[in-house]
């Protein structure tokens, strides 16, 4: 048997950071969402103890231990034993350090996928309490669609389905650590506001206010990578109903009310190699293993 699993890209459609806990990290509230950038993972069996990473293209990102692949295999093994071997490939579509959680798209969907290849009986509960443990973005890949993200970020509540939106993504040839962006957060940064448009829509319901949108990252993010503000400059002139750099990463993007409008906006973009995608609902985002013979 072999399985393979198509797993998305997110935007922080907005960011807040309450403050620093206690153990070190940052309180967020965070809106997730889905979008249609996909780097796939298949599955085959080994001999027990056989793990073994392969990515296309070569040299994109690393094959060693400390990719959360490998993690998350290792992490599903150790709550599930005997756990057998396994050969994974990774078709890598979703920009690295982006801001766009792509290798928290990877580990989630390699606690999917070998959880089917392994026949393991495991719930969605026991699958996120894993996730969790690997990173802060990890559970939502295993949620998709549009969500909310609390405490570190990890812990998710599905919300309904966005309209059917469009992006145009800009990423950038510059890495940006997360650690490091939120090292250099500043004072005026952390001041512990809790009340927020974004927050009250979540409590209440009715329609997003994008104008509240915000993150708080951002301003770290241009002051320390100019050319990032540049790109995010470019994506403003296209009018989009939102602008923003996704995450703590590099990735820029411009939200637009449907795709002839991002159609449009790409063109404009095109010396960026802009990426056009949707905001996807949470059925299309389902991390779903696809199983096949041979």
Avoid at 123 to 144: N, T, Y
Avoid at 170 to 175: A, F, I, K, R, T
Avoid at 199 to 216: F, K, Q
Wanted: hydrophobic share 45%; proline share 7%; with cysteine.
């Amino acid at each position: 048997m072999r399985v393979s699993v198509r797993c998305p890209a997110k935007v922080n459609l907005h960011l807040e950071v309450l403050g620093r806990r206690g153990d070190g990290y940052h309180e967020l509230r965070t809106l997730f969402a889905s979008v249609g950038v996909w780097d796939e993972l298949r599955f085959a069996p080994a001999p027990p103890g056989e793990l073994t990473l392969e990515v296309e293209p070569t040299g994109v990102v690393p094959t060693d231990g400390t990719n959360l692949i490998v993690k998350a295999a290792k992490a599903l093994a150790e709550a599930w034993p005997p756990a057998t071997g396994a050969r994974l490939h990774l078709c890598k579509r979703i920009p690295v350090a982006g801001g766009m959680g792509g290798g928290s798209a990877d580990a989630a969907a390699t606690l999917v996928g070998l959880a089917e290849l392994w026949q393991i009986p495991v719930r969605l509960g026991e699958l996120r309490r894993i996730a969790a443990e690997l990173g802060a973005d990890v559970p939502f890949f295993l949620v998709g669609g549009a969500a909310w993200g609390v405490g570190r970020g990890s812990e998710v509540y599905p919300l309904a389905d966005l309209p059917a939106w469009w992006v145009v993504l800009l990423p950038g040839q510059e890495s940006v650590p997360t650690g490091e962006v939120y090292r250099a957060l500043s004072g005026r940064t952390l001041d512990g506001r809790l009340g927020s448009e974004v927050y009250e829509w979540v409590v209440s319901g009715g329609e997003l206010p994008i104008h509240a949108c915000r993150n708080d990252l951002q301003p770290t993010v241009l002051e320390r990578w100019r050319a990032i503000a540049g790109r995010l400059e470019r994506v403003q002139q296209a009018r989009p109903r939102l602008a923003m750099v996704s995450g703590s990463g590099g990735t820029v993007f411009g939200l637009f009310g449907d795709e002839a409008a991002a159609l449009d906006a790409a063109v404009t973009l095109a010396d960026l190699g802009p990426i056009v995608a949707p905001v996807l609902g949470r059925d299309a985002a389902r991390l779903q293993p696809l199983v096949g013979e041979g």
